[in-house]
């Protein structure tokens, strides 16, 4: 049979289901759901993502990535002492939304998780009311409203999405050209809220899409594979996907350095050897000229002494 060895799993030997290159490791079914929850409650813990004894609400779709929160937190649960519900939009987008709730309700029962249910028909209208190009901003901007009323009037204190680095990554760039740079600030794995905005958490901010993906598949919980027949296609996505194939790690790194803090800019002074600006004593320059300068000296005595001998000869 043609085609490279099968890859083992790195932590029990069994057949590999998946190679992440980017942590240098190859898992089986078994092994890649605690990676993946270790990975999620490492970043909870670094990044203070929830707080002892908070009420999260989980907004899910029946999507990969909201699925895989829900999952997720559900496994968290218990060891960081927080009480966590559903909450899930029927958005009237026909056969598509029907289906979501369907996988909302089957994924809930099978976790134990309490599922609240709101319709946007309670407000008067439905996303298939929307006639207009701007469909995706009016339902984005629904989603929101309800996730922070609905949260607040039944006293959750976050509200936690499934947003991943490849949709952060992707909205980063489209926003960046837009000129909205206190976007960028926004997108952390925690906000806090305040008036009457509740904070939201994005535990999944540092999964990639496909992690996901591979954590919904071989955990084998209840998913909606379709896009939502609204959604365009995005182009950004295949432009990150290009990326990430030639640098691994690209989509992670670039959304880890977009929340850390910068670097404090360091102090300068002038250079004692020739005055220009400098963060050290000397400047680099200066020091290249000392250190290279010296070299090429050596070189070029060497190569006279050794023409002056071949000239005697
Ligand atoms: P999207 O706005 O479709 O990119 O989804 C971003 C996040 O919003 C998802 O990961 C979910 O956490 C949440 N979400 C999207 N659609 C719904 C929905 N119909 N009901 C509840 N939460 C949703
Ligand atoms: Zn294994």
Not at 175 to 191: S, Y
Not at 286 to 296: P, T, W
């Amino acid at each position: 049979m043609k085609g490279g060895k099968a890859k083992k799993c790195k932590k029990c030997g069994k057949r590999a289901v998946v190679s992440l290159k980017n942590y240098k490791i190859s898992l089986c079914q078994d092994c890649f759901p605690p990676f993946f929850e270790r990975l999620i409650e490492r970043d909870v813990k670094k990044y203070r993502v929830i707080r002892e004894n908070e009420r999260v609400l989980a907004a899910v779709s029946g999507g990969k990535d909201s699925v895989a929160l829900l999952s997720a937190l559900s496994a968290l649960s218990s060891n960081f002492n927080f009480h966590l519900e559903a909450l899930h939009i029927d958005l009237g987008i026909g056969e598509y939304s029907r289906r979501s709730a369907e996988v909302c309700r089957k994924l809930c029962q099978e976790l134990g998780i309490e599922l609240n249910t709101v319709r946007l028909s309670e407000y008067g209208f439905t996303i298939s009311d929307v006639n207009t190009r701007k469909v995706c901003s009016v339902c984005g901007n629904a989603k929101r409203y309800i996730f922070n009323r609905f949260a607040r009037e039944n006293g959750f204190d976050v509200i936690a999405t499934g947003h991943n680095a490849d949709d952060i990554l992707a909205n980063f760039f489209k926003n960046w050209l837009a000129g909205n740079r206190w976007w960028i600030e926004k997108q952390m794995p925690r906000t806090e809220g305040f008036d009457r905005v509740v904070t939201r958490i994005r535990p999944l901010i540092l999964r990639t899409e496909k992690e996901n993906a591979v954590y919904v598949l071989t955990k084998q919980l209840p998913f909606l594979a379709d896009e939502c027949p609204n959604a365009p296609q995005d182009r950004w996505k295949e432009i990150i996907y290009e990326i990430e194939a030639k640098i691994p790690g690209f989509k992670q790194n670039f959304v880890r350095n977009m929340f850390k803090e910068s670097k404090e800019i360091p102090e300068f002074r002038y250079c004692s050897v020739c005055g220009e600006i400098s963060t050290s004593e000397i400047c680099q320059f200066c020091r290249n000229v000392m250190r290279y300068g010296q070299i090429a000296m050596v070189a070029r005595s060497s190569a006279e002494s050794s023409e002056e001998v071949a000239k005697k000869e």
